[in-house]
């Protein structure tokens, strides 16, 4: 049996690593990432996943919303894993609290989401980047790519529940 955060984190860990090859998104994908502020990342993001192109604006916003809870999960293992060799470190600790603190809000969005209420979905969104933007600020090196990342999602999930709530 595979978990869903796995199986994202196994994408979003791909997309890091293979080589920027160009694939035609489909147009869903084009006009979806058409207002992002990283519109490569987020279309080699959403190609990530098996099925997004032939995804509509709600299953791209599913989709974003799972890469962002397999981004701040898989940051969460390494954030423990660091935590035991780094013994009493403060700000590991600190940090492993707010990127756990993430997931609540991103569960609370998603379920916003789903049952239509979109502005709070958004406002909940909102709530998730904070918290790894200030840890990124204590540990600067080694969570730049996964905070990046994070916030990227984060913010592609909540653009794509805009554009619902304005359809």
Do not use: W
């Not at 209420?117 to 709530?127: E, M, P, R």
């Not at 204590?138 to 592609?156: A, I, P, Q």
């Amino acid at each position: 049996m595979t978990f869903p955060c796995v199986r994202y984190g196994l994408f979003v860990f791909l997309l890091l690593v293979v080589p920027n090859f160009s694939f035609a998104a489909s147009p869903t994908i084009e006009k979806a990432c058409q207002q992002n502020t990283d519109r490569d990342f987020c279309i080699k993001s959403l190609q990530s996943v098996p099925g997004s192109d032939s995804a509509d604006m709600s299953g791209l916003a599913k989709i974003a919303h799972n890469l962002a809870v397999a981004n701040a999960t898989a940051t969460i293992a390494k954030l423990e894993a660091l935590k035991k060799t780094k013994k009493d470190d403060a700000v590991v600790e600190t940090c492993l609290i707010l990127y756990k603190g993430v997931l609540t809000p991103l569960r609370f969005a998603a379920e916003f989401a789903a049952s239509k209420h979109y502005s709070v979905a958004v406002d909940l969104y909102g709530v998730s980047i904070d918290g790894p933007a200030r840890c990124e600020d204590l540990m600067s090196d080694e969570l730049t790519v996964d905070g990046d990342n994070l916030f990227k999602l984060t913010l592609m999930a909540s653009e794509f529940t805009k554009t619902l709530a304005s359809s």
